[in-house]
């Protein structure tokens, strides 16, 4: 440690150089003052009256601010020797101070770190002797001084490393979104937990929990809403735990807790009720809303299950959770204990009492095509209105369904759009439309259903998407790609949902019979704030191209977001920038407009993608064959499309944007002849690096003219 060092060191001084005394000051930080951090001298008295100096960096401050380890500090040399002869601001202290008369000498030595332009300390020796500083002396001083700050240097390299290997430790072991420990975390926890449990006679409750109607909350307000209630919770389940006790976030909204040190299901009962309180407690939003979630959870008890593994006891949870989930109607509260016989009834909750009622409307989003601007889908949407005519959007009323609520409700608002299609065909539109079905209710008796539907309408099967959530387990498990494949089978189309809100299904997609592919809106919604995920956008779309299937785009919201998926040539677009949900009647209407065909890019945002759209082509033929785009029409910007964009939309910035373009084109043009001249050749730097410089210049022309928007 520094101060360590600097005990050592005016020890030494004091005992080897035969100087009365020596110490060193450091800045106080915050002040004016600098401190005397350590001292040695060969009296008690001296020792005393050293440690009360109060050198000052200020030099208006006499005489504290013109002590000579003042003028070391503030000028950055080396100072001295002089005596009180010579230094009025030393007669003056050692007036105040009469132990301090002996000293007739002093140096002083500021102390460097390497590569810094501040001094760290200032290293000074006091002798009773006129001769006492040698220059052979003066010498190791100025030695020692450097020495010390190099030493100085290596501590606080140490402690740095130190510090990011804990915090690096810290992050590979925690969540990156709420800071709870994560999968690795708990994998390490559960085996300690279980040795204790052994170790104490104990119960240990390894409990798994999802929240339930989670989705409906990212749909509604935006997956940053989505992103607030998971860190909410993650501050609030720590908090009704005990500190015995331990959660994880296994990713999406699953969390793992272990509750340790138990002495019956009496202690477990009162904990999981104070869990189910916290997570019931509503949770504000940035945004001003107010949203309200429940949770379903199933438990495992250690050592009443026949295993002594963390991965048993966490499959066994898992598979109490999945009860929980599955009778939602009938369980008493929120967890189900593994091997627990679920047979009491909960209470109807408003909404279900609503959907009793058949106060569901059913209401459309149309889906465009981004080439022809001619809406071919429509997604329907569930909607409950109560009885005061009040509208409950999804957010509300999902959290309070069980999963036989959902099986019902996919089932009604697919007899409603069968019902209304026809009715659409007859207005000269002949659209598909695409219905949610939560993953759970996938099952025989859904595929019995689906086919009798189909039978009774008049409706062609494939004008019928099932869109099945992307993030469930469900889509991990063998049966249901059975199921899906007998799905299919009857002639729907199916989709996958929210693609990018979990990774797992996306190593499966090869597997699934899936028709198309959602991108999640929350990675559109954000273009104007994170242009770069139009990278993801593009990768995605290689993706469904290279599966054969459909690619729809979820969350065009603004009219530049709409430019640049259509610029990026996305197939199929949908968002409030296109039109919002809407009952039949006014479907009917909206259908009837004309359709636009505006020129793109129309918006700084477009004109990010264009270039995007433009390195990327140009990129993946330069790899199949450098040959194939000579260097002449790479060198000419002027002749690339993308010039007379940024003619016609970088108003007073087209300077900046067209060097920057050129700059470009030079970039790929030298790299294009240097891989035909030798094909081993494969850098892209500098390529990549002119690249993302025109992408940052064109997003910051476009925050520029956004405040300066703001501030009309």
Partial sequence: EPQGMFQQLVEIIVEQTEAIAAYIVVPEIGSEWLQVATASADRPDLQRAINALTPSRDPAHFPYGNMLPSLAFREKRPQGPVGPTQSPAMRAVQQQQASLSRIQSIMAYPVFLPNEQE???????????????????????????????????QWRNKNELIEKNDELKKIARHDGLTGLPNRRFLENQMEKAIARAERHNRLLAVCMMDLDGFKPV????????????????????PEALRKSDFVARLGGDEFVMLLEDLEDLDALFQILKKIEETIAAPIPLSSGETVQIRASMGVAIYPFEDTDTEDQLLRLADQALYESKTHKADREHFWVLFGEEIHQSAPRTPAQHLLDAKALEVWYQPIMDSQTRRVVG????????????????????????????FFDLSKKVLTQALADLPILDAQGCRLWASVNIDPVSISEDCITCLREMIAQGSVDPSRITLEILEGSNFLEQQAALEHLSEMKALGVHLALD???????????????????????????????????????????????AGLGVNLVVEGVETEDILDAVTVMSVPLLQGYAIAKPMPLAELQTFLGRAPIHPSHPNSLLGLYAKQLVHHNVLKKAIHQDPRLVDYTTLLDAISCPVHADIQRLG??????????????????????????????????????HAQETLEQAIMGICCKRKQAQNRR
């Fill in 119 to 153: 001094p760290t300390a200032v290293l000074v020796i006091n002798s009773h002797s006129h001769r006492h500083f040698t220059l052979p002396l003066q010498q190791l001083l100025g030695q020692l001084s450097g020495t010390l700050g190099l030493t100085l240097m």
């Fill in 218 to 237: 990212n749909d509604t307000y935006g997956h940053q809403a989505g992103d607030e209630v998971l860190v909410a919770l993650g501050k609030r389940l």
């Fill in 378 to 405: 429509v997604e329907a949407l569930a909607r409950l209105r109560d009885t005061e005519g009040t509208l409950w959007p999804p957010a509300k009323f999902l959290p309070q369904l069980q999963d036989v609520d």
């Fill in 498 to 544: 929210d693609v990018g809100s979990a990774y797992s299904s996306l190593l499966r997609l090869k597997d699934l019979p899936i028709d198309e592919i959602k991108l999640d809106q929350g990675f559109i919604r954000t273009l104007g704030n994170r242009p770069q995920d139009l990278h993801f956008v593009a990768a995605i779309q290689d993706l469904a």
């Fill in 651 to 688: 108003a007073d910035n087209v300077g900046l944007l067209d060097e920057l373009h050129q700059e470009y084109h030079r970039a790929i043009a030298v790299l294009g002849a240097q891989m035909i001249a030798s094909p081993a050749t494969n850098d892209w730097t500098d390529v990549e």
